[in-house]
T-cell receptor, first 113, second 111 residues
């Protein structure tokens, strides 16, 4: 069945360093790839997304890249700060007209001060 | 605008009891979803709806039921609660193919 693999499951970086989280999807018809940030005890919130007709998107310290041929996409966070510590989820849309996502299993990012 | 609201915030159920988790949105979105999130895990789709009167199963529908009589409300019903249903439940809405907006969640413990 369709799935999204996300790596790594945990990631620790020093404050100021960059963090990269990678996801691979299986459904070649997927056309929308959001990234959600979830702080402890809170709801997931969208931080950046990319559509299949774009290869890269940037928003201040956060960027997402998409390689449709290889069916993978990545989240890049530069100049990490302690408030970036959270669980990050990638997702891929199911192109079935019902606007469903398949979520990755999450990456727990810890930024060490 | 309240966005997406869920009640209750927390609930403890005994095995075999039933309950309804409420989800209400004021965003006029057609698409609504119920997810469960087990500790340290990702989000699994339970049920979804593409509009009032239309619902369908997601990845993990067993033990749950839903209804969608209005655009605003999408309640999730648990019948005969089991310990395996201990989880955090999130309702989400979407206006279409892009962003899903999540409610604050309901933390359910079945003992």
């Amino acid at each position: 069945g369709e799935n999204v693999e996300q790596h790594p499951s945990t990631l620790s970086v020093q404050e100021g360093d960059s963090a990269v989280i990678k996801c691979t999807y299986s459904d070649s018809a997927s056309n929308y790839f959001p990234w959600y940030k979830q702080e402890l005890g809170k709801r997931p919130q969208l931080i950046i997304d990319i559509r299949s007709n774009v290869g890269e998107k940037k928003d201040q310290r956060i960027a997402v890249t998409l390689n449709k041929t290889a069916k993978h996409f990545s989240l890049h966070i530069t100049e990490t700060q302690p408030e970036d510590s959270a669980v990050y989820f990638c997702a891929a849309s199911k192109a079935s007209g019902t606007y469903k996502y398949i979520f990755g299993t999450g990456t727990r990012l810890k930024v060490l001060a | 605008n309240a966005g997406v609201t869920q009640t209750p915030k927390f609930r403890i159920l005994k095995i075999g009891q039933s309950m309804t988790l409420q989800c209400t949105q004021d965003m006029n979105h057609n698409y609504m979803y119920w997810y469960r999130q087990d500790p340290g895990m990702g989000l699994k789709l339970i049920y979804y709806s593409v509009g009032a009167g239309i619902t369908d199963k997601g990845e993990v529908p067993n033990g749950y039921n839903v209804s969608r009589s209005t655009t605003e409300d999408f309640p999730l019903r648990l019948e005969l609660a089991a310990p395996s249903q201990t989880s955090v439940y999130f309702c989400a809405t979407s206006g279409g193919v892009y962003e899903q907006y999540f409610g604050p969640g309901t933390r359910l413990t079945v003992t």
